[in-house]
């Protein structure tokens, strides 16, 4: 690779990769050179054609994994809830966990997921217990999801 070494007036001395210098015209290149350029230089029986090198930068590579954040300021004061795709919420696995068991037949731990219509048809049918027997299956399967770096689940 060529790198351009001296600009002087119309002529830039362009050194090469087997330690020559050579001096092109400023029309045989096609672009604005400046010093330090790599370039690299195509040359025909008549004549010189000088392009500058792209230099392609690798993107930096982040090998923690995939870290997404996302903030959702509509709703309480003081509470971002945070919504990722297909309608799943990431909440607090404790929280979640905690409401399940003890407030879940009334359906506190949908409506703190998110899920208020949920919600509402647990507090309807409370009187059945069926809600609560769900709460329950939706407490051990709050246990078992894996939480995320800040404690949270999706669900």
């Not at 929280?95 to 509402?120: E, N």
Request: with cysteine; net charge negative.
């Amino acid at each position: 690779m060529a790198k351009i070494l001296k600009i002087e007036n119309d002529i830039i001395t362009i050194g090469t990769d087997d330690g020559k210098m050579k001096e092109v015209r400023r029309v045989d290149l096609n672009f604005e050179p400046s010093v330090n350029d790599n370039v690299e230089i195509f040359e025909g029986e008549n004549s010189i054609i000088v392009t500058k090198k792209e230099e392609k930068k690798e993107p930096e590579q982040n090998h923690q994994g995939i870290n997404i954040n996302v903030q959702n300021n509509q709703g309480y004061p003081g509470v971002q809830p945070t919504y990722i795709a297909n309608g799943t919420k990431a909440v607090n696995k404790i929280v979640y966990c905690v409401l399940a068991l003890f407030l879940g037949g009334l359906g506190i731990h949908k409506m703190y997921a998110g899920k208020v219509g949920t919600g509402i048809i647990y507090l309807l049918f409370c009187w059945t217990m069926i809600p609560s027997f769900i709460a329950f299956i939706d407490f051990i399967i709050g246990l078992c999801k894996p939480a995320d770096s800040n404690g949270n689940i999706l669900i």
